[in-house]
């Protein structure tokens, strides 16, 4: 295979290994995890629990990495070579949880493979690559899930619910804050690290398609941002701000949206009462010239609703199993990963001119 990826260094014989066969079950999606760094475990565990799934095989080219999977999961089979997972027959699925520059390589194989794909976050490092895994799939009929986990989040269901029962009214603007201390990657800035959680969950609230994209931002250590201030500007008036900063001394995860009938607060540190709502807001009456204009605030109740707190990626794995069972394209589709990454693109452009506006 000429995937282009450097070879793992390390023989994939000196691991005890269990015979990668599974019996084919048609009602069941056999997967095969890459990726058992930070995010992996968790991918393995979830989808280990999901009645119509079994993970068949962990690859991850750190002996270390596996040393960790064989502990909790004596046996699933490892290995250090992707290529391994990619060719076998007893796959019908891989999850691809390795570094932001890998994932075009190893989703491009996997396709060719004939392997419906699960992708982390952002999607790819280009737009033109996430377009050739579109339509590669869309030719071999296969699904590309990309993990927007927030989306699957209670938090985030009950927002998207109150946007689309109209409890908001129209909306006026989403302004979101992501920033702790770290973790700095060594692949990507912070705005293709952080950004793609409030671009997907932007892009799941607000459906208008984005006009324009301004960011502004800083980088202190190497050439690759570390804080940003990204403005996305849609029709109809609506903007959307996002802040991620890894410089920052507390952790914060705060959504504000405002809309006309009402105003919410998401807190996603919060144990409990995540959402409030408020009854708050502006009316502006006219009176006869420019001068007259009369500005009443409203001030009424705040609410917390109930939050479902089943893990968001618990739900989207199950989703993921569905899909591939059902046939059916997932909404976190390679198209919603594509969506982001053009995003990211126009963040990237604009933060290299300093704030130039950049038409979508
Ligand atoms: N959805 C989320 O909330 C979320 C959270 C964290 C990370 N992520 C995403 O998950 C991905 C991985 O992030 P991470 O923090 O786990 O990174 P990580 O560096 O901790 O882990 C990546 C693992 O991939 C392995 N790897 C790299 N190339 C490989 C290859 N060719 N073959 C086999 N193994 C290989 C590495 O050895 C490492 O163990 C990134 O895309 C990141 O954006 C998503």
Redesign the pocket.
């Known amino acids: 295979m000429s995937s282009g990826?450097?070879s793992?260094g390390l023989s994939a014989a000196a691991l005890p290994q269990r015979e990668l066969t599974a019996p084919r079950n048609s009602d069941s999606v056999r997967v095969g995890v890459?990726?058992?760094?930070?995010?992996?475990p968790n991918i393995v565990r979830n989808l280990s629990a999901l009645d119509r799934c079994d993970v068949i095989s962990v690859?991850?080219?750190?002996a270390h990495?596996l040393k960790r999977a064989r502990k909790t999961y004596p046996a699933v089979h490892l290995t250090?070579d992707?290529a391994e997972v990619l060719r076998s027959p007893d796959i019908d699925a891989v999850a691809i949880?390795?570094?932001?520059w890998?994932?075009f390589e190893?989703a491009k194989a996997a396709l060719e493979n004939g392997k419906h794909v699960f992708v982390?976050?952002?999607f790819t490092s280009t737009s033109a690559q996430a377009e050739q895994l579109i339509e590669q799939a869309s030719r071999k009929n296969l699904r590309i899930m990309v993990?927007h986990?927030?989306v699957f989040s209670g938090a985030v269901r009950k927002i998207r619910e109150l946007v689309d029962n109209g409890t908001l009214g129209q909306l006026y603007y989403f302004d979101s804050t992501r920033v702790n201390l770290g973790l700095f990657q060594h692949d990507?800035s912070v705005v293709w690290?952080l950004a793609?959680?409030d671009l997907s969950i932007m892009d799941y609230l607000i459906r208008e398609r984005p006009e324009a994209v301004v960011a502004t931002g800083g980088n202190h250590f190497n050439d690759l941002a570390d804080m940003a201030f990204i403005t996305v500007y849609f029709p109809g008036n609506v903007t959307a701000h996002i802040n991620v900063n890894w410089l920052s001394p507390v952790k914060v995860r705060t959504t504000l949206i405002g809309g006309r009938d009402k105003m919410l607060l998401w807190n996603d540190l919060e144990p409990d009462e995540k959402i409030k709502i408020y009854d708050k807001g502006v009316e502006i009456t006219n009176g006869q010239g420019v001068y007259d204009l009369l500005v009443s605030y409203r001030s009424g109740d705040v609410w917390a609703p109930k939050v479902d707190p089943t893990e968001a990626?618990k739900l989207e794995l199950e989703y993921f199993v569905e899909c591939i069972l059902a046939g059916q394209t997932p909404s976190n589709d390679g198209v919603a990963g594509l969506r982001v990454v053009r995003l990211l693109e126009a963040a990237d452009q604009s933060l290299k001119n300093r704030g130039r506006i950049v038409t979508l």
Do not use: Q
């Open positions: 990826l450097p793992s890459i990726g058992y760094g930070y995010w992996g690859c991850d080219k750190s990495a250090t992707f949880v390795t570094p932001v890998t994932h190893l982390e976050k952002p993990d986990t927030f990507v690290d793609p959680h990626l």
